[in-house]
């Protein structure tokens, strides 16, 4: 797959004004986003997703390093701009108009008029499920009707790459449901798509690759099947004595998740399974089940955020490694 | 190509229009603004009259020419004054300027669609302030007000200089609050220039350093700051006759210092803006 949108040592340093203090935004970024994937952007408050997001789209600019977008280094050039859509986080739509007008607004910002126009919101609004609410004034919507129409005006200009920061956040459990569903089926169409999010269990249903950001560094970055990798066993047994579990436990094995007479225990890398088991039956315990759990991106993300090496940037090596 | 060059100005310049009139300051000063003008004429009726016949009607119109010159020159540049300060600060706090600078729109035609779009507001505001003053004016005394058109006319000239400045102010801010101030200060200093004139002629007399150096600044910031007080034809709508010409004004020239002042602020806020960071 070709890559879109490229970084290298992309570096944003915030000058303090008088005596304060430099922030180091973002530190020796190298990324690469592949055509027709989604790329999950991770990170904390203020780990530099929404400085790199800013900085792909010109509206601010980098202190070092550079950026090419569909192998253009010319990022705040029409050409390249009429091919990117962008939902920023928590944006403002003019309340006193209505959702298709605020569509009709951002299209002729496109240089769309005419009946080219009217063909594109209406498939905008048809892809956000927004068609019946869009002569309903921007005032009335709800968050997440708010939330499509950003998405919408996104869309309208058919981009090749589409840009979201936090996406769903903020939204019902089942407005989530549908704006991952549409993001899905943009991908499938072909579109690469950039979302930078907190909701790690969203960029894990649809996210094909991910990289976690933590004070500027990209501390990883890759597939998921390839990140997710940390493997264990979990065994169900029923009416574990305590004793039994603190014998276990001083071989390794973690009891979790109690749950009536249900006791889950975690078996660690260093106890194979056939080993836990004769462990088990020597305390007398009745087996319910064996099953394999992967390490979940919530997981991943907390123990990589836990162990960043603040300033230590790996993006370069892992740009080679990819 | 000319077309994709004025779409996107112009786009943004009528988005402005529509939501700056909505602006419930902005209401604000123009509903009391009108109050005023319309309050005049019914001042009026209240009058001990003195006189008799014309010179009654005379009195009448000049408490009404009084008045509403003042409202228009007070609420109109508050007004212009408001609008230019916040459209783009507004903008970039809640990041509806994101969205527009993401499309392929550049920063040069952003700002010259929000301009443009503050100079719809002011110009609105002001032709439906001029036009109840021009009514009220024409039912007092049955004569077309003609000199008090060309007032209007040269007070939106001044009102451009003041938006250009003002708004190039508000694109190094962050917030309303200094652009506003900014505003009052060209508007105020503006209509001074006059003295800046005379203190750099008195100054020097002394011969103390701290006194040459005083006329040197005042004399700098009279041949620098627009003197707005060549636009205002207050005076001759106060005492000439309603359909006499202007007198004493070359109104062309005025157009063009205008003009160049205005696109001077433009450029200014361009300069600005180009490297922002949002």
Known sequence: ?322 | MLMDHIRGPWTIAVYTWREGMRKKTLIGFLILSILVILGSSFMTAFMTQTTVGEAQTDIEAKLIKDICVAAISIFGVLITIFISASVVPTEVENKVVYTVLSKPVRRFEYLLGKFIGVQLIVIINLVLMGGLFFIALYLKQRILPTLLLWSIFLTYFEFLIVSAFTFAVSCASSSAVLPTIAGLFIYITGNMTEYLKDVYVRAGQTGLWIDELTGKLAYGLYQVLPNLQNFSLRNQVLYLQPNDPPRDVMIPNLIVYGLVYAVAGYLIAYWVFRRKEL
């Open chain 1, 1 to 322: 797959m070709s890559v879109v949108i490229e970084t290298h040592s992309l570096t944003k340093v915030y000058e303090a004004a008088f005596r304060g203090q430099d922030v180091h935004a973002l530190e020796d970024l190298n990324l690469e986003i592949h055509s027709g994937e989604i790329f999950g952007y991770l990170g904390p408050n203020g780990s530099g997703k929404t400085t790199t997001i800013k900085l792909l789209l010109g509206l601010i600019f980098p202190t070092s390093g550079s950026m090419e977008i569909l192998g253009n280094k010319d990022i705040g050039s029409p050409a390249i701009r009429k091919k990117i859509g962008y939902l920023p986080e928590g944006a403002y739509y003019p309340d006193f108009l209505r959702g298709e007008e605020v569509l009709r607004f951002y299209g002729q910002l496109y240089g769309l008029g005419g009946a080219e126009l009217r063909k594109r919101v209406a498939e905008a609004l048809e892809t956000v499920g927004m068609t019946r609410a869009r002569m309903r004034l921007v005032r009335g919507y709800s968050k997440g009707m708010r939330q499509r129409i950003g998405l919408a005006q996104a869309l309208l200009n058919d981009p090749q790459i589409l840009i979201l920061d936090e996406p769903t956040t903020g939204l019902d459990p089942i407005a989530r449901k549908e704006i991952r569903d549409i993001l899905a089926n943009l991908r499938d169409e072909g579109k690469t798509l950039l979302i930078s999010s907190h909701e790690l269990l969203e960029v894990e249903l649809i996210s094909d690759r991910v990289g976690i950001l933590s004070e500027g560094v990209l501390q990883m970055s890759g597939k998921l099947d390839d990140l997710l990798t940390n493997r264990e066993v979990i065994i169900s047994v029923l009416n574990a004595p305590p004793q039994a579990l603190e014998k276990l436990a001083a071989a390794g094995i973690q009891a979790e998740d109690r749950v009536e007479d249900r006791v889950a225990l975690r078996i660690p890398d260093t106890v194979s399974v056939y080993q836990a088991l004769e462990m088990c039956r020597a305390e007398n315990l009745a087996l319910q089940s064996i099953a394999p759990r992967r390490e979940t991106l919530e997981e991943l993300f907390v123990r990589v955020i836990k162990d960043a090496q603040p300033r230590v940037p790996i993006g370069a090596a892992e740009k080679k490694g990819s």
